[in-house]
């Protein structure tokens, strides 16, 4: 069965985080279509997704590392997909521990009464928060945000915070235009 994605990903960005042993945060931005749902009818929308996805190469490199971590997160493995530590790891040499990771996650999201349906072949491990809308007012608060904590980044993470205020204003103006013209020719 070939599966469709409905969402048209106009943005993605996966960040760098290694305090994150076998997932990858990431953040996606897409155009969602118009749908019927049990609560309604919902407008094409902009979704703005944050989360993290399962990463094969990661888990590989923790899992044969000799981290003083290992233990605490393994633990906290076991607790996530109700299993023991030991079918963790059992799990992880067989190539199970996605899978098991996805049925515990399904099984948290029923329990909240949400539906879930798996596509085993298909899946792909995913945590996320989401915010849809399809209002530019809505959008324009977000994008002043991400410009308040760029800010706040050049400022507490810089060596030279006037040098880089500077040149990020600079890139900003030269490039707005740009980004925009993108947005909406595509």
């Known amino acids: 069965m070939k599966i469709k994605r409905l969402r048209k990903i106009i943005f993605e960005k996966i960040f760098d985080d290694d305090t994150l042993k076998i997932y990858d945060p990431y953040m996606q931005i897409s155009v969602i279509p118009a749908k019927k749902t049990f609560s309604g009818r919902h407008n094409k929308k902009i979704m703005f997704s944050y ?77 996320y928060q989401f915010v849809k809308t399809s209002d530019p007012n809505e959008i324009m608060q977000m994008i002043y945000g991400i410009l308040i904590s760029l800010g706040t980044s050049i400022k507490e993470f810089s060596d030279n915070p006037n040098e880089e205020k500077i040149y990020y204003n600079v890139l900003l103006k030269k490039n707005i235009d740009k980004f925009i013209n993108k947005g909406f020719e595509k």
């Open 51 to 127: 989360g993290m996805r399962y990463n094969d190469e990661k888990a590989r490199q923790f899992f044969a590392s000799e981290s003083p971590l290992k233990e605490q997160i393994i633990k906290r493995l076991a607790q996530q997909a109700n299993i023991t530590q030991e079918n963790v790891i059992r799990a992880y040499k067989t190539g199970a521990l996605k899978d098991i990771l996805i049925e515990a996650v399904a099984l948290q999201v029923r329990a909240l009464g949400i539906p879930v349906i798996l596509l085993k072949k298909k899946a792909s491990f995913e945590i």
